[in-house]
């Protein structure tokens, strides 16, 4: 049987409070994205999620290169994977509309969201090199992700043979792509 067939499909107010508490505590993700033939193109990257009570949105402190740039014009789609294998075995993915957001406005609240958090999920932007002259450094960008599709698996689920814990999965019933 597929772990699919497991899964608990459950509302937004479920699911993204076990997705941030899962994610921000492995703070690093595998970030894809495609490129203009239609390959994915994968990185690692430091993320920060928030949820309010009814919205979540995922943040990535992100230099600005050409590739990234194109990838995004032309499909605006990231898919973020999670995986502690250390010795939780957990993981969490979220398939979500991407946006470079490279306006000061947004440039300067993305660089203090990840300041005001303590580490490790926040951190100083200028110590990466290429920030070191702050939000206006010209290859400093943020990347904003609004999910489409989530899903939580307990590491537990798995070590058990599914007799202890649950998979969450998530999507809303418009709007997301196919």
């Known amino acids: 049987m597929r772990s699919d067939e497991y ?3 459950a509302g937004l107010d479920e699911v993204a409070p076990a997705f941030v508490a899962m994610a921000n505590r492995m703070v690093y993700c595998t970030l894809a994205t ?3 033939r239609g390959p994915p193109r994968s990185r690692i990257v ?3 999620w928030t ?3 009814w919205s979540l949105i995922g943040w990535v402190g992100s230099i600005v290169t050409p590739m990234k740039r194109a990838h995004l014009q032309r499909t605006p789609y990231a898919s973020c994977s999670y995986c502690d294998g250390v010795e939780a075995y957990d993981t969490c993915t979220a398939e979500c509309h991407a946006e470079l ?3 000061e406005a947004s440039r300067r609240e993305g660089w203090e969201r990840f300041r005001a958090e303590p580490p490790p999920l926040g951190y100083d932007p200028a110590l990466i090199p290429q920030w070191k002259d702050g939000p ?13 599709h989530l899903r939580v ?3 537990e689920f798995a070590r058990s043979g599914g007799t202890t814990g649950r998979i969450l999965t998530w999507q ?3 709007d997301a792509p196919e």
């Open 51 to 53: 949820w309010d009570g």
């Open 153 to 155: 698996f307990p590491g």
């Open 7 to 9: 899964a608990t499909v």
């Open 172 to 174: 809303p019933t418009k």
């Open 34 to 36: 495609v490129d203009r």
């Open 136 to 148: 206006t450094s010209p290859a400093w960008g943020v990347l904003r992700l609004q999910p489409w």
């Open 101 to 103: 957001l490279l306006d």
């Open 46 to 48: 430091h993320t920060l």
